[in-house]
């Protein structure tokens, strides 16, 4: 059965950072592209940060250069480091898995598992 798990969502201040954990079973999770998605309340899904098989990161402009995205196959775990928060930072934040040769990260239809997701709110 697969299995995406997130943990690490919380309540900070603005400037603040959080680190997000997503625990992966159930499939070859070191063969998967891994991504971060995130939905605002009254807002679409968007996906925010990529990681490929190999460790090559992508990032959409709003998060780049404040968030990091990192996995540890060993561990069947991906991450992801996130600093200088803002309160429009406020979203679920879900982790997901896709075949790497299989469309677009930034479609919401190229996922093949999801997680719950995990809830993240920052406060001016």
Not at 13 to 19: C, D, I, K, T
Not at 21 to 28: K, L, M, P, R, Y
Not at 112 to 122: A, K, L, R
Request: hydrophobic share 35%; charged share 20%; proline share 2%.
């Amino acid at each position: 059965q697969v299995q995406l798990r997130e943990s690490g969502g919380d309540s900070v201040r603005f400037g603040g950072s959080l680190g997000l954990s997503c625990e992966a079973s159930g499939f070859i999770f070191s063969e998967y592209c891994m991504a971060w998605l995130r939905q605002a309340p009254g807002s679409q899904r968007e996906a925010i940060a990529h990681i490929g098989a190999s460790g090559r990161t992508t990032y959409v402009d709003s998060v780049e250069g404040r968030f990091s995205i990192s996995r540890d196959n060993r561990k069947n775990t991906l991450y992801l480091q996130m600093n200088s928060l803002k309160p429009e930072d406020t979203a679920m934040y879900f982790c997901a898995a896709l075949k790497c040769w299989d469309g677009s990260w930034l479609a919401e239809s190229s996922y093949e598992y999801w997680g719950q997701g995990t809830q993240v709110s920052v406060s001016s």
